[in-house]
């Protein structure tokens, strides 16, 4: 049995028993752009994964719409 | 891991603070820490008139329930962008209204086809400015339209939702091309000027990941699709950049652009000349730097008449 994370509609199993920060980075996702929660509370990335569950990850970085890019004026 | 506050079991841990909280103590550091800037940085005060530039996306509307919750006038501005044949901007409208209507708050809603004549990705794509990507030309015509939109209804500050990762990466980008005309504007305030409304950015010392926590951890639904023109955009690019030097070296990009801030403060990036004049533009009476139109309402006479602004510039 493995852990899932599921981004948007992407999921990827990865082993249970290590943490979702460690998860993350064996996926080459950045833990600085996403938020991790379960059955819908948010979490910190050192939780542990359990055995068949389903973390879901929300990814936070937007922008490019020229409202960030530029300054003021 | 526990929250510092009460030892209950924590929803977020910010390493750059080396501080981990539980969701009530952090819905109430984001308010108590956005009130700590808007004093810092002086930005307004209590009585001001505030008009939130909202865009249906987390952080404008945290900011915008953040505001109300410290008891700040705020209403919201929403710009009608028309992307994605309209639909995006329907979605990121409907979330701003539900947002007001769940607040009993003030939204305007202006649509950039009624101001400019033709959607955003219709006036980039008529004016060949930023061809495929509409990017250039959307904050511009933003920047327009809030400022005139501020100051015709008498507001006092306009105040945008951008957070701290917004910030670190303008001022990366900026810094990777030595635009020191922006370096010396960027800043948590742009004070007002005759023409030029007030802007404030109170979340400016917030990282992107808590303003997303916050929208969570107090129910507002925003719009998590993307605008489909960020996809290749460089703020993005720069984000994850940063992202990755976070990772090794927590705080990075806060002290990034606080010590920029300092060095700001420390007459580092003063004005060598004095600044141009502004003169009014004959359309609609905004300040230019040029000597005929504003910027806008120049994009304006190339839509309505493309080949004779086209032939003029060729």
Redesign the interface.
């Known amino acids: 049995m493995s852990a899932t994370l599921r981004l948007r509609d992407q999921r990827f199993e990865v082993r249970h028993g290590m943490t979702v920060r460690s998860a993350m980075l064996a996926l080459v996702l950045e833990p600085d752009a996403y938020l991790a929660t379960r059955d819908g509370e948010l979490i910190t990335d050192d939780e542990i994964l359990r055995e068949g569950e389903e973390i879901r990850l929300i990814a936070v970085i937007s922008g490019g719409s020229g409202s960030s890019s530029e300054v003021w004026q | 891991?526990k929250c510092r506050k009460c030892g209950a079991k924590?929803?977020?841990?910010m390493r750059q603070h080396k501080l981990?909280l539980c969701?009530d103590h952090f819905r109430r550091w984001i308010p108590s820490q956005t009130q700590r800037t808007i004093e810092k940085y002086d930005m307004f005060e209590s009585r001001d008139r505030l008009l939130v530039?909202v865009?249906g996306?987390?952080?404008s509307l945290a900011l915008w329930d953040v505001l109300l919750d410290l008891g700040y006038h705020a209403d919201g501005l929403y710009l009608d962008l028309g992307i994605d044949a309209g639909e995006y901007s329907k979605l990121s409208r409907s979330y701003c209204e539900a947002f007001a209507r769940s607040r009993d708050q003030r939204l305007i809603i202006m649509r950039v086809s009624d101001q400019l004549g033709v959607s955003i990705p219709d006036a980039a794509r008529i004016t060949r400015r930023g061809r495929d990507k509409p990017?250039?030309?959307?904050?511009?015509a933003?920047?327009h339209l809030m400022n005139r939109t501020a100051l015709e209804e008498r507001y006092d500050v306009l105040v945008?939702g951008?957070n701290l990762?917004?910030e670190a990466?303008?001022l990366f980008?900026?810094t990777l091309n030595w635009q020191v005309g922006?370096l010396k504007?960027?800043g948590p305030v742009?004070e007002e000027r005759p023409g030029?409304v007030r802007?404030a950015k109170p979340f400016c010392r917030i990282?992107?990941?808590e303003?997303?926590?916050y929208a969570?951890?107090r129910g507002i639904d925003y719009v998590?699709k993307?605008?489909p023109?960020?996809?290749?955009?460089?703020?993005?690019y720069y984000?994850?950049k940063l992202?990755?030097m976070?990772?090794e070296r927590p705080g990075i990009k806060l002290s990034f652009y606080l010590s920029f801030l300092r060095a700001k403060r420390d007459m580092q990036f003063v004005e060598r000349e004095a600044q141009p004049g502004f003169n009014t533009c004959p359309d609609c009476g905004s300040p230019t730097s040029s000597d005929g139109y504003c910027a806008f309402c120049r994009v304006k006479a190339r839509i309505s008449q493309p080949s004779e602004a086209l032939e003029r510039n060729s």
Not at chain 2, 10 to 13: E, F, G, R, T, V
Not at chain 2, 135 to 140: A, M, T, V, Y
Not at chain 2, 229 to 236: E, F, P, Q, R, V
């Open positions: 891991m924590a929803a977020i841990h981990a969701a530039a865009s996306g987390k952080d990017c250039s030309i959307c904050g511009l933003k920047r945008t951008h990762d917004d990466a303008t980008g900026n922006y504007r960027q742009l030029f802007k990282y992107e990941r303003t997303a926590a969570l951890l998590y993307e605008c023109y960020a996809d290749g955009a460089k703020s993005i984000k994850e992202n990755q976070e990772r």
